[in-house]
């Protein structure tokens, strides 16, 4: 029988579904036909198959040839079904036997020669393969980011005939190896001189999770700060990184498996899109909210995005997860991510600094903070105001503040207590739990209620308030929240803030 049938897998947001590449061979004039909603790079595959095949020494079959990917309602795209294309071709004309592709799975692009070329989403289908209970064979470029699913067997070839040679025992190829973990580059926090305060939110929003906006003059200080908000979170568990590798891996942009387990940060620049910043494309790609996952994203700037690309990172804010919905397909990407902001007070970015030199009127000042919607602001836990330092507090002998492992410990036995109590972070906690976890004493009840009252703010800033709280307390150490740790909270929302809060 003139058919064989060879395992692949296709790219599908972040996951790697089973694709059966089915080869044919029957009478009738010499042709190729692809079949099961195959895009144009996968129709071009015939002829690079054609070619790569003869220089190979095998023979091409004179025949018609039907390959079918398998399910035909899946789109496929892009030059990964080239090399299981090819092996069916050799199976299904008795070149190869067919028995010995039962136990594999194939990935790579065909060059004319027979060479194999890396794809991307190499680290989806791998760990899919691994649960399948296969082994994989990728190029020899790929072999890393395949490594990296250390519960299955992944293999390397540099050639087409490598692999033939592979399945017919006359030649082992190479196990995919990891490549040794690089060092970190994240900068420390003692390199932030001065900003007590700015640095103590940074530390109580690494602990709890939450989302912060830095609001200072020009040269202030806030990138430096935001920058180093990675080096203060915990170390990503295996789990954690693979799902940020993932997301890396299919992006088209590539992945670093030296670095896999680092936390990403990502800081956009001003112009990029509403697209640029969830996903999209007729064949949908993660955006940056995704690309930080488990991670940092830092937007510099604030007022000066386009309004239209802030509001779409309201939902996955909320949500964790992104939905990006075209004609022909969908695809959901994780976006559980923790937003650092940073914006100048006014246009000119000295309103309120004791030089006196701002020139913005008020009218000016309303417009220029409106540009960032009410919406929006609500969902950041954090406002905190970064003032110019004095220049003495910059010499090169002035003393250096904490370094980011002293405060990362800190902030790791916050995130276990937190852990143990709900199993996730403070700021991801939901409405009945911040009810549960974050109950305060009457007086402080009554602190709070006058803090919303006055600065009319909405039911969700009042259950952010008490999840920084929360976090606050577990800084400490302290069962309970205190009303040190409540007042500390209200005075992190400088943006809302329009008077002094008496106790």
């Not at 095949?53 to 789109?75: G, K, S």
């Not at 990964?80 to 028995?99: K, W």
């Not at 920058?227 to 990503?236: F, I, T, V």
């Not at 604030?302 to 690309?309: F, I, K, S, V």
Request: contains cysteine; positive net charge.
């Amino acid at each position: 029988m003139s058919l064989a049938l060879v395992h692949s897998r296709a790219r599908a947001g972040v996951s790697a579904p089973p694709v059966r590449v089915e080869v044919h061979l029957s009478g009738g004039l010499p042709q190729t036909h692809i079949v099961g909603l195959p895009e144009a790079a996968v129709r071009e595959s015939r002829d690079r198959v054609r070619a790569a095949i003869l220089c190979a020494q095998f023979e091409f079959p004179a025949r018609r040839i039907t390959v079918n990917l398998a399910p035909a309602d899946l789109p496929k795209d892009g030059g990964r079904f080239d090399l299981p294309i090819a092996l069916g071709i050799l199976a299904a004309s008795g070149q190869i036997r067919r028995e010995t592709l039962a136990d594999y799975e194939f990935l790579g692009e065909l060059g004319l020669t027979g060479e194999l070329r890396t794809v991307d989403g190499v680290l989806p289908a791998a760990l899919a393969v691994a649960a399948a209970g296969r082994k994989l064979i990728v190029p020899t470029g790929s072999g890393a980011e395949a490594a990296l699913a250390r519960q299955g067997e992944a293999f390397t070839a540099r050639t087409l005939l490598e692999v033939c040679a592979a399945l017919e025992g006359r030649k082992e190829l190479p196990a995919a190896l990891a490549p040794p973990p690089q060092p970190s580059t994240i900068p420390d926090l003692s390199d932030v001189r001065g900003q007590a305060h700015a640095r103590r939110a940074l530390e109580v929003a690494a602990a709890g999770n939450h989302h912060l906006l830095f609001i200072g003059p020009p040269g202030c200080g806030k990138t430096l700060l935001a920058s180093r908000l990675p080096g203060l979170l915990p170390e990503a568990s295996e789990a954690e990184a693979l799902e940020s590798a993932a997301i890396a891996s299919v992006s088209g942009r590539g992945l670093d498996p030296a670095r896999w387990r680092q936390r990403p940060y990502r800081a956009p620049h001003h112009t990029a899109s509403a697209v640029a910043l969830v996903g999209g494309g007729a064949q949908p790609r993660p955006g940056e909210v995704s690309l930080a996952h488990h991670g940092v994203l830092f937007l510099d700037e604030l007022p000066e995005w386009d309004r239209r690309a802030l509001e779409v990172l309201r939902e996955p804010l909320e949500s964790g997860t992104v939905t990006v919905s075209r004609a022909a397909r969908s695809a959901e990407f994780p976006a559980r991510f923790q937003l650092v902001a940073a914006m100048n007070p006014c246009p000119c970015g000295w309103a309120g600094d004791p030089s006196g030199r701002c020139r913005c009127n008020p009218d000016l000042i309303r417009r220029y903070r409106g540009r960032i919607s009410g919406p929006l602001m609500d969902r950041i836990d954090l406002h905190v105001e970064v003032p110019r330092l004095p220049p003495h507090e910059l010499r090169p002998d002035a003393a250096e503040g904490e370094c980011s492992a002293t405060v990362q410990a800190r902030v790791v036995r916050a995130r276990a207590r937190q852990l143990a109590r709900t199993g996730k972070p403070n700021a991801q906690i939901g409405q009945s739990e911040t009810m549960a976890h974050c109950r305060l004493q009457p007086r402080d009840q009554a602190l709070l209620e006058r803090a919303i009252e006055r600065l009319q703010l909405s039911a969700r800033s009042m259950h952010r308030i008490l999840r920084v709280a929360r976090t606050i307390a577990d800084l400490a150490g302290s069962d309970g929240i205190a009303t040190a740790h409540l007042t500390e909270a209200l005075g992190y929302r400088s943006a809302d803030r329009g008077g002094k809060i008496a106790p």
